[in-house]
C-alpha cells in the first residue's frame, strides 16, 4: 500500500476570516430580527419567515464563500440590506448602521493585516527597521 500525504489547507487570509465572522453575527442577529418583526407584526407571518430564512442563508453562505472577491461584494451588498430593513423596522436603521461599520472596521482592519503579513501579493511595501 502506498501512503498518502494529507494535502495541505490553504490557509485563510485575515480578510476572510474577520468578514466571515461579521456575517455569521449578522445571520444571529437576524434569527432575532426575523422572531421580532413577527412578534410586533410588522410584516405578515409568511414574510417574515420567508425573508428572514432567505436572508438568514444567504449571510451564511456568503461567510462560507468569503474566499472569493465577488462574495465581498455580496458582503457590502448585505449591509446595505440589514440597513434597509430600517424600513421595516425603524430601529434596524441603528442596528444595520452599527453592523456596517463593524463591517468596514473588520474590512479595512484585515486588508492592512493582509498587506503586512503577504507583502509580495500587494507590491513593493517599505520595509520597518
Known amino acids: 500500500m502506498t ?16 468578514l466571515s465572522i461579521v456575517l ?13 418583526a413577527f412578534g410586533l407584526k410588522a ?6 419567515f420567508g425573508g428572514g430564512s432567505a436572508l438568514f442563508v444567504i449571510l451564511l453562505l456568503a ?20 440597513v434597509a430593513l430600517g424600513f421595516l423596522m425603524p430601529l434596524m436603521f441603528f442596528i444595520g448602521a452599527g453592523f456596517a461599520a463593524i463591517w468596514v472596521y473588520c474590512f479595512v482592519t484585515a486588508r492592512r ?3 503586512r503579513n ?10 520597518t527597521p
Open 113 to 115: 493585516l493582509d498587506a
Open 3 to 18: 501512503e498518502q500525504t494529507p494535502s495541505p489547507h490553504r490557509r485563510r487570509t485575515a480578510t476572510e476570516s474577520l
Open 43 to 48: 410584516v405578515p407571518p409568511a414574510v417574515a
Open 63 to 82: 461567510a462560507w464563500l468569503m474566499r472569493y472577491p465577488w462574495a465581498i461584494w455580496l458582503g457590502w451588498a448585505l449591509q446595505v440590506a440589514l
Open 24 to 36: 455569521g453575527l449578522e445571520a444571529a442577529l437576524l434569527f432575532f430580527v426575523t422572531i421580532t
Open 118 to 127: 503577504h507583502p509580495s501579493d500587494n507590491g513593493p511595501t517599505k520595509e
